[in-house]
């Protein structure tokens, strides 16, 4: 790829054809039906891609946006282009780098021009041939995707839903921003809709408690994840507590001030993760030294009837984890420092 210099992206954007990005709205009002398409609209940097051609070659410009739409940067990009698409096809798209690979890709957001026709005020149905032919027009493995997208009913509805089954998450193969709702047959603005994931703010634990009846002091509604997210493939700090069940422990995320927020349950995936967390958390002599097991309980421990005297609910520490993709869940795997930051909720 060439970055153009200055002048060079002067000369090119005089030949760029006028266009109208569709609006894009919040919702405030109204549930509207005659939207009946949603799309999930990936988390990255906003591009133009033109095919379009210079001197006598077919050729392909990525052009990087800003937050107010404004082109940036543009790159030469060595994206295959022919004739049909070099008639004039111009793409806005989302960038999104691919975690396996490192390699750029592009997930269109919607076609502008197609071979040279203005598009941009078609209805979505109309639209949607547009995107067929351009996908018939682009060469094998050029890294230019369709995002996902399916069919809604609004119908009786008070507001428009912000949330994703699990079937269509686990299809959406890419950092999601949010959904966005469309119409197929009538021309109307785009209706951005943010992803809803309800904060569980708790309260810490009762300093005065002696008996815990409840496994825990707080309320454990899991968090909404959204596993696509930058943050799970990185190592991650969490404010861990434990339950009264053997390796059951609770992450914490960080929410408004500072409060913690309920995440979810840790994974324990095997005995040497267990003793290690047994040896932060819980008294648990076997643990330390195998010969205990076959000893008995002496007079004080057995006359202990509280149900956490193996274990310390109100220890929380601060420590690193790791996801794990196959169980969908973080394994603690060392205490971080205690001024390590811990991840805000918004990231997860």
Request: hydrophobic share 35%.
């Amino acid at each position: 790829m060439l970055v153009l210099n200055a002048n060079q992206t002067s000369y090119l954007l005089k030949r760029l054809p006028q266009f109208e990005l569709s609006y894009e709205t919040i919702s405030h009002k109204k549930v509207s039906s005659v939207y009946d398409v949603c799309i999930a609209i990936p988390t990255g940097k906003k591009v133009l891609i033109w095919f379009t051609f210079y001197q006598k070659y077919y050729t392909c410009y990525i052009m990087e946006l800003n937050r107010d739409k404004k082109i940036v940067k543009v790159v030469h990009s060595d994206i295959k282009s022919n004739l049909q698409l070099s008639m004039g096809t111009l793409v806005y798209a989302t960038c999104v780098v691919d975690e396996h690979s490192g390699k750029e890709k592009y997930i269109v957001d919607d076609i502008l021009f197609m071979k040279g026709v203005n598009v941009c005020k078609m209805s979505s149905i109309n639209k949607f041939g547009a995107w067929k032919l351009l996908f018939e027009c682009l060469e094998k493995h050029t890294p230019i995707y369709s995002p996902f997208l399916w069919n809604v009913q609004l119908d009786g509805l008070d507001e428009y839903p912000n949330t994703l089954d699990e079937c269509i998450q686990s299809r959406v193969h890419y950092p999601l921003h949010h959904i966005q709702y469309r119409s197929s047959n009538e021309v109307m603005p785009y209706m951005n809709v943010h992803l809803s994931r309800k904060l569980n703010i708790v309260s810490l634990p009762n300093a005065t408690k002696v008996v815990a009846p409840l496994s825990t002091d707080f309320e454990i509604e899991p968090y909404k994840m959204v596993f696509n997210k930058p943050q799970y493939r990185t190592t991650t700090v969490f404010e861990v507590r434990a339950d009264l069940q053997y390796d059951i422990y609770h992450l914490f995320a960080y929410g408004r001030n500072n409060s913690p927020v309920y995440y979810n349950l840790s994974y324990v995936p095997n005995y040497k993760t267990s003793v290690a967390m047994n040896n932060l958390f819980r008294n648990i002599r076997e643990n330390k030294n195998l010969d205990y097991i076959e000893e008995s309980d002496d007079e004080d421990d057995f006359e202990n009837i509280q149900h956490d005297k193996y274990v310390d609910l109100k220890k929380i520490l601060r420590m690193e984890c790791v996801y794990d993709r196959k169980y969908r869940k973080w394994t603690p795997i060392k205490v971080a420092h205690k001024y390590a930051k811990i991840v805000h909720i918004s990231k997860l």
